[in-house]
């Protein structure tokens, strides 16, 4: 039951038939810490809604990555068909993004957030969002060799058809969200909007009581109450006028009307806290740094809990160990342009990335020339397996020992292999040209060490 109902129940008794009693109940016992608020009161609440939205938002744009380890370290997967159904087109009338957004927002919310891993074989061919509502756990008993089962409108699946997003999960399968673990503090809120609203519908009007030095007769009670009625409705500007001896005694605000607002923001900072975000994120008085916060303490927890869970289900048992999945979270910067390029700058400066890898992530068109990395003549190049270091600017190699000696072009600081050479000498430099000695006998100083004279 939404907040429109349950008010509509508050403000016309008469109308209780047509409500959906059962689910008031549940809100009354939530109130009362003895039940569960539904997920559409904790939406109607904005401090709740605007937090899940946020995370859920900032998350579903982020794509994931297939990496493979290789002997040159990892490599990303580009051609496998589980990229494009994680980060495009699901087969399923929802695309990745909706269908990335909806799990996050269940597992949020209620805990849990399930897909259906559909399989051709060893083949993923699809996958479709279920609703957790529909999801029934069947869970062992078992408190080491956790087992489990579900049921989808009876129809029985084994734990490794769905992909699995759990919240403080404790058997892998099933978790607890927002409703259950601040149902309390929601339901408090919900009360506070009825109450604001009630407030509202009054028009603003102090609430009072009449007294009069006489017994009216029902003919005035009828027009006093209709008067009133429009009075407080909040829909006409009517004015009441009382008969002599009626008088109107103004009733004080309650402490509650008078902290409604104060209690409105103590509940949104409560939820914030409990999902790890920063309440400025959300009510418009975010700076650069806290949105910064928000995401570190909010988003890439959430990002690294669904990496945990697509390397453990959409992996094949042979894969795992070699290949896994990735958050692409340089997507998250990509909102500021400023601090997205000045991470471009040092990684250039760095040396570690080439302009047309940059190009590539800008969705631009490579260019010739631009997949080199640059390197300062004032740079030392060190050789992590000899122990020597290069200084390029003086043709110098050094060695641990503080023995140096000036090389030709034909050295440099370890060979392809990284072996220095015997007796201890520099082998050629990776980039360095192998010519013959000039006796012509292929004695190159480089490639022997020194030796051969």
């Known amino acids: 039951m939404g907040l429109k109902a349950a008010i509509k129940a508050l403000r016309e008794p008469e109308n209780n038939d047509a409500v959906d009693n059962e689910a008031f109940a549940d809100f009354l016992a939530a109130l009362n810490g003895n039940g569960k608020v539904t997920r559409e009161i904790a939406r109607d609440v904005p401090g709740c809604s605007g937090a899940v939205e946020f995370i859920a938002a900032q998350a579903a744009g982020v794509p994931f990555r297939l990496y493979e380890m290789t002997e040159t370290g990892p490599r990303e997967v580009t051609d496998d068909v589980r990229n494009h159904i994680l980060n495009g087109d699901t087969n399923d009338l929802m695309d990745a993004t909706s269908m990335k957004e909806a799990m996050y927002m269940d597992y949020l919310y209620e805990g849990n957030g399930y897909a259906y891993i559909s399989r051709a074989g060893n083949r993923v061919d699809g996958l479709y969002y279920v609703d957790q509502r529909s999801v029934a756990v069947n869970k062992g008993t078992h408190p080491i060799y956790k087992q489990a089962r579900f049921l989808v409108q009876g129809q029985e699946y084994y734990e490794f058809d769905f992909l699995k997003l759990c919240r403080h999960t404790q058997d892998g399968v099933t978790g607890h969200g927002l409703l259950e673990e601040q149902g309390q503090i929601l339901a408090l809120a919900w009360a506070g909007m009825v109450l604001q609203t009630n407030l509202m519908k009054s028009g603003g009007n102090k609430r009072g009581f009449l007294s009069s030095e006489k017994r009216l007769s029902q003919q005035s009670l009828d027009a006093l109450k209709e008067s009133f009625e429009r009075m ?96 692409d979270t340089f997507e998250l910067l990509k909102g500021n342009m400023a601090k997205r390029y000045e991470a471009y700058k040092r990684a250039t400066e760095g040396g570690w990335i080439d302009k047309n890898e940059i190009r590539r992530r800008e969705q631009m068109e490579e260019k010739k020339g631009l997949d080199i990395v640059g390197l300062g003549l004032g740079e030392v190049l060190l050789n992590t397996k000899t122990g020597q270091y290069f200084t390029p600017n003086t043709k110098t190699v050094t060695d641990l020992n503080g023995t140096s000696r000036v090389v030709d072009g034909a050295e440099g600081v370890g060979g392809a292999n990284g072996d220095a050479g015997s007796e201890g000498k520099a082998a050629p430099h990776p980039s360095a040209a192998q010519t013959p000695s000039p006796e012509g006998e292929g004695k190159d100083e480089g490639l022997k060490g020194g030796e051969g004279e």
């Open 232 to 327: 407080y409705s909040n829909t006409t500007s009517g004015a009441v006028v009382l008969n002599s001896g009626v008088s109107f005694k103004e009733a004080s605000n309650t402490s509650v009307e008078l902290q409604l607002n104060e209690t409105n923001q103590t509940v949104q900072n409560t939820i914030c806290t409990a999902i790890a975000l920063p309440p400025e994120a959300i009510n418009g008085k975010g700076t650069e740094e806290t949105l910064e916060i928000a995401v570190q303490q909010a988003v890439i927890p959430l990002l690294t809990k669904m990496e945990a869970a697509l390397n453990r289900d959409l992996l094949l048992e042979e894969e795992k160990g070699r290949k896994y999945w990735k958050a």
